[in-house]
């Protein structure tokens, strides 16, 4: 059984096997309690985001512990920044401009960058 380290780069090598740009994984677990890892990519279009977004799905559906948390919300998701919430791993799916803006390396820079 793989480890959920494991996992979450298999998400990163899948990200950046379909075109995601600057793949970045952080271990934040000792930094909260309500995840343990962020996968972070930089993202070129909608259409781009969707894709990623199946391939991760696509992942998740293969595996007998993972599950994507939908939120209830009734705002659609933009463009810029997109999150897939697998419980331990979140998956960001930013736009390069919301990717400058935001920071979120730096935001989170006390946990361990991984990849």
């Given at each position: 059984m793989k480890t959920m380290e494991e996992k979450v780069l298999e998400i990163a090598a899948l990200m950046e096997d379909y075109k995601g740009e600057n793949v970045t994984?952080?271990?934040v677990s000792q930094?909260?309690?309500?995840?343990?890892?962020?996968v972070i990519v930089t993202i070129n279009s909608s259409a781009h985001w969707k894709g990623l977004y199946k391939h991760?799905?696509?992942?998740?559906k293969d595996d007998d512990i993972l599950e994507i948390h939908v939120p209830n919300r009734k705002i659609p998701d933009g463009d810029d920044w997109n999150l897939i919430d697998i419980g331990?791993?979140?998956v960001h799916l930013m736009s390069k401009?919301?990717?400058e803006f935001y920071d979120l390396e730096k935001l989170w820079h006390g946990g361990k960058t991984l990849r």
């Open positions: 994984v952080i271990d930094l909260n309690s309500w995840t343990d890892y962020f991760v799905k696509d992942y998740v331990p791993i979140v401009e919301a990717r």
